[in-house]
């Protein structure tokens, strides 16, 4: 049996608090999850002096957790529509919790990639599953601004892995830091294992499929070019954050830009609370006008880019306001992302959705997991012209991977959506014109 969408009438059924509190153990659950996915982030330093890397093989660890990630989101989408979702939640943080404990005590560089491959399969089941949950949990009309506090407020698990974690790090070193960290995950198995349920009617929802049906289904929701446009659209606005919160922000700041390591530490939350204080309002938006959906995502997406290209084209350092207000721009435009699942949901019935999501979320970690690997690249090209010395000049090289691989995002989000217009124009005769016209019409109607 598969969740049903709910209607004010089921929903009114069961207690009031309810959802609240299956809300706020997914929101707990999915924090934690980010936690453990960005705790190399301020250690980025200390992994470099542990494990004796280079900034391209250092990049190997973010990379390879990523590209887990990105390569898990169909498997458990799949596994999503046969299994449910509070059984991915529980098993994820079992995952994580196994994997920190690995890294803690790993001596090895190659140790610690296959820690993080396990973090990146645990984290790959947690948010998914999560807007699952909330779907079945809220009424339809609300659902695209809870899906936007639960993406917004996740981020929080960044502040825990920056400065409580940073402190613990430079206190207490390598092996209980990552153990605290795992000590997060413990408990939000012992949480999701009391309270987590699918749905208000059942504790598990799960429909018996053979591995033919689910790939049938997957190709099915892949089929449709609303799906693809949510593809393109995480694609294009997911992975600045990303990269920047995992792995290249401290390194950025505190060798490229000289900051301190506590301010570093601060500055990582600023995309973060930028975030959580728009989200909500890119969901109501979201809602508010459904057939432009694909606008915010691009709006969101050339602002952060414009952003960062103004920043590395700043001559020399750029100053620290206008780094600030960069990140405050690449926080709202991440929440962008969201939206993604959003075309996923309307474009695809109740028992697809995990595979199309699952498609989804593919995307922004994707163009993350390449971003990664040219960064990398670039921070190496510019130490070596700079004689060896890694400073500003070098960041500059590198963070031109974000308006390389946001540019392709762009073009492949305008094809979709294209295709995804076509489609609406001849299934439903709703014929989506440009914006400038939209605009050009109300503001007549207005007069």
């Keep these: 049996m598969t969740a049903a969408i709910p209607t004010t009438q089921s929903l009114s059924?069961?207690?009031?608090?309810?959802?609240g509190i299956i809300f706020t153990v997914v929101l707990v659950a999915y924090l934690v999850a980010v936690a453990q996915r960005s705790s190399l982030a301020v250690a980025g330093v200390a992994a470099a002096e542990r494990f004796d890397a280079s900034a391209t093989a250092l990049s190997t660890l973010a990379i390879t957790q990523v590209a887990v990630y990105a390569l898990m989101q169909i498997p458990v989408g799949m596994l999503l529509d046969r299994f449910g979702a509070a059984r991915l939640i529980l098993v994820g943080a079992i995952l994580m919790t196994v994997a920190q404990v690995m890294l803690a005590y790993a001596p090895t560089l190659e140790l610690a990639v296959i820690a993080r491959v396990l973090v990146g399969i645990g984290d790959a089941t947690t948010f998914v599953s999560g807007l699952r949950i909330i779907g079945a949990w809220f009424k339809?009309?609300?659902?695209?601004?809870?899906?936007?506090?639960?993406?917004?407020?996740?981020?929080?698990?960044?502040?825990?892995?920056?400065?409580?974690?940073?402190?613990?790090?430079?206190?207490?070193?390598?092996?209980?830091?990552?153990?605290?960290?795992?000590?997060?995950?413990?408990?939000?198995?012992?949480?999701?294992?009391?309270?987590?349920?699918?749905?208000?009617?059942?504790?598990?929802?799960?429909?018996?499929?053979?591995?033919?049906?689910?790939?049938?289904?997957?190709?099915?929701?892949?089929?449709r070019p609303g799906t693809r446009l949510g593809f393109w659209a995480h694609f294009t606005t997911q992975f600045p954050a990303t990269i920047f919160a995992l792995l290249w922000g401290y390194p950025l700041m505190v060798e490229g830009l000289g900051l301190s390591t506590p301010l570093a530490s601060s500055l990582l939350l600023i995309p973060v609370v930028a975030g959580i204080a728009c989200g909500p309002l890119l969901g109501i938006?979201?809602?508010?006008?459904?057939?432009?959906?694909?606008?915010?995502?691009?709006?969101?997406?050339?602002?952060?880019?414009?952003?960062?290209?103004?920043?590395?084209?700043?001559?020399?350092?750029?100053?620290?306001?206008?780094?600030?207000?960069?990140?405050?721009?690449?926080?709202?435009?991440?929440?962008?992302?969201?939206?993604?699942?959003?075309?996923?949901?309307?474009?695809?019935?109740?028992?697809?959705?995990?595979?199309?999501?699952?498609i989804v979320n593919v995307g922004g970690f994707t163009a993350s997991a390449v971003t990664f690997l040219l960064v990398g690249l670039g921070v190496d090209l510019g130490t070596h012209l700079n004689g060896g010395v890694r400073d500003w000049s070098a960041f500059q090289i590198a963070m031109w991977a974000i308006p390389i691989v946001t540019g392709l995002g762009l073009i492949g989000l305008l094809l979709e959506r294209h295709r995804a217009r076509n489609r609406i124009a001849a299934e439903e005769g709703v014929v989506v014109g440009p914006l400038w016209t939209a605009v050009v019409r109300r503001w007549r109607r207005k007069r």
């Design 13 to 19: 059924q069961i207690p009031r608090r309810l959802p």
């Design 285 to 358: 938006l979201t809602a508010r006008f459904p057939l432009r959906r694909s606008n915010i995502v691009m709006a969101a997406a050339l602002a952060v880019t414009a952003g960062w290209i103004i920043l590395v084209l700043w001559p020399g350092q750029p100053p620290l306001w206008f780094f600030i207000v960069v990140l405050a721009v690449m926080g709202v435009g991440s929440t962008g992302s969201t939206i993604g699942f959003d075309f996923a949901r309307t474009f695809n019935p109740v028992s697809s959705y995990g595979s199309a999501s699952g």
């Design 140 to 223: 339809p009309r609300k659902v695209p601004i809870m899906q936007q506090i639960f993406a917004s407020g996740g981020q929080i698990g960044q502040f825990l892995s920056s400065i409580p974690f940073a402190i613990l790090l430079g206190i207490s070193g390598w092996t209980v830091s990552f153990l605290s960290a795992a000590s997060l995950a413990v408990i939000v198995v012992i949480v999701a294992s009391l309270v987590l349920r699918d749905s208000p009617n059942r504790r598990f929802e799960s429909r018996p499929v053979s591995l033919r049906g689910a790939f049938v289904k997957l190709g099915e929701a892949f089929a």
